[in-house]
């Protein structure tokens, strides 16, 4: 059975003295308005710096979902990563949870998950070199945000079925020198790669986003490289860009949904492997 956070406190003085709050799938922190689940890797020894990953969870989700996803907890838990959860939240007489990740929301989602980051940061040594983001769905399009207004905080951003959304009053200037990925099903009619209207906003243009993260890197239109394979068609930005981040696109044929292996992909992604 994987450890959870509340475990912590068997692990020895030094982590007891921290007062840890359980965070786990039935208990989340809190922070501010906001709270979180964390997932910590069964063998870690309680002292080395731990390498996060952020996922924000897609529309009718909560970040309690990430106990029960197989691929993020064989793909970075099992691998040495802390897995943290944000809580989006209840939509106004609604009982379910959501991201909607656009500037302006009545809460801010960005500096919350700044907020949790620092939370987990004073429960938990943190490698804040190797601090990841990713999200599905609504929760991509948070994870594209993030990556936007607080790349700097960011060694890497994997987005699946998600875009940044319109209106976004940012410049995406934390995209510059941040490797982006973005997975997105050639058959996704509830978010399309061109993004559709809903009410007085939009869920934005797969194309767009990338272009932004082009730009802020100095990236040529065009691809430096094509790989096709049985499952993925790839689109690389790399060798043209001026700054230090890549750029990549991955397309399956499948729909809304997060297609198999997009977790291994997302890892050695990050990890600068499958080059």
């Known amino acids: 059975m994987r450890m959870i956070l509340a475990l912590l406190l068997l692990a020895g003085p030094a982590l007891a003295q921290t007062e840890i709050t359980p965070c786990g799938p039935d208990a989340a922190c809190e922070v501010g308005e906001g709270s979180y689940h ?4 069964d063998d870690w020894d309680g002292e080395t710096p731990l390498p996060a990953l952020i996922f924000f969870h897609g529309h009718r989700g909560s970040g309690a979902q990430i106990f029960r996803s197989a691929g993020l907890n064989d793909s970075f838990a099992d691998r040495g990563y802390l897995l943290i959860a944000p809580n989006g939240p209840m939509r106004e007489g609604q009982n379910f949870r959501s991201n909607p ?21 004073a429960r938990l040594p943190l490698d804040r070199d190797r601090i990841f983001a990713s999200g599905f769905s609504a929760g991509g399009s948070m994870a594209w945000l993030f990556a936007c207004e607080a790349g700097d905080r960011l060694a890497g951003m994997v987005s699946v079925a998600g875009a940044l959304r319109r209106p976004n009053p940012t410049e995406c200037a934390g995209l510059a020198g941040l490797p982006v990925m973005q997975v997105h099903g050639f058959a996704d009619g509830q978010v399309p790669l061109e993004g559709r209207g809903i009410r007085d906003w939009h869920q934005g243009s797969v194309w767009d986003s990338l272009g932004y993260a082009r730009d802020r890197n100095g990236c040529r239109s065009n691809p430096d490289e094509i790989t096709i394979d049985d499952r993925f068609r790839i689109r690389d930005w790399d060798a043209s860009c001026e700054a230090e981040g890549r750029v990549r696109f991955v397309m399956h044929d499948g729909g ?18 499958g080059e």
Do not use: K, M, S
């Open 38 to 41: 964390l997932v910590v890797p």
């Open 256 to 273: 809304h949904g997060l297609p198999r292996g997009w977790t291994d992909l997302a890892r050695d992604f990050f990890e600068g492997q």
């Open 101 to 121: 990740a656009r500037v302006g929301a009545p809460r801010d989602e960005v500096a919350l998950t700044v907020a949790i980051l620092d939370d987990v940061a």
